[in-house]
């Protein structure tokens, strides 16, 4: 098993419509949570961290974290063309671990 | 502040050759970490320094070293190159971990 796992992609959404991302963990020992967004070429980019149980928002972006379910989350509100990227999700245990990542499209 | 920056930003190299990637973390931060990432997939943590000591490694073979030095910057050394290190090689600084890690632009490494 995978220690992070990302739900397959790739995921296609309509401009202006809500993206789901969606991310299992296996270590219960994982303090927090991460979203990092890589466009093609580039370094990854960090939109979101979470490491309490529930939601937190921070303008369009809506990460939510189940620890008892071992499960964490990413919402973009109102999807945008240039929210087209890899995005990577990582649990943080003395070191950082990243899934294999989700690949959004958002077309016009 | 400077962000996180890495040399040289590509690389051609021969299979048998080594190579040193170099980085240089964001102004005050002590942590520095290093990642490989084949194309399609997500970074594979190699090893982290904290202060100058190795303080996490990942399943990577010993031709995988490093240093971390006094002003925090850092060098991964690559020995008797394979044609499977071709890759995006990634460093990332932090002060605090639980907050993240803010990535350099990476070196992109080719071996034939």
């Known amino acids: 098993q995978k220690e992070v796992e990302q739900n397959s992609g790739p995921l296609s959404v309509p401009e202006g419509a809500i993206a789901s991302l969606n991310c299992t963990y296996s270590?219960?020992?994982?303090?927090?949570f991460f979203w990092y967004r890589q466009y093609s070429g580039k370094s990854p980019e960090l939109i979101m961290f979470?490491?309490?149980?529930g939601d937190k928002e921070d303008g369009r972006f809506t990460a939510q974290l189940n620890k008892a379910s071992q499960y964490v989350s990413l919402l973009i509100r109102d999807s945008q063309p240039s929210d087209s990227a890899t995005y990577l999700c990582?649990?943080?245990?003395?070191?950082?671990?990243f899934g294999q990542g989700t690949i959004l499209t958002v077309h016009p | 502040e400077t962000g996180v920056t890495q040399s040289p930003t590509h690389l051609i190299k021969t299979r048998g050759q080594q190579v040193t990637l170099r980085c240089s973390s964001q102004?005050?931060?002590?942590?520095v970490s290093w990642y490989q990432q084949a194309l399609g997939q997500g970074p594979q943590f190699i090893f982290q320094?904290?202060?100058?000591?190795?303080?996490g490694r990942g399943n990577f073979p010993p031709r995988f070293s490093g240093l971390q030095f006094p002003n925090y910057s850092s060098e991964l050394n690559v020995n008797a190159l394979e044609l499977d290190d071709s890759a995006l090689y990634l460093c990332a600084s932090s002060l605090t971990a639980d907050y993240g890690y803010t990535f350099g632009s990476g070196t992109r490494l080719t071996v034939v």
């Open positions: 979470i490491y309490s149980n």
């Open positions: 990582a649990a943080y245990y003395g070191k950082l671990t």
């Open positions: 270590d219960r020992g994982s303090q927090s």
């Open positions: 320094y904290y202060r100058e000591e190795e303080n």
């Open positions: 102004s005050g931060h002590n942590t």
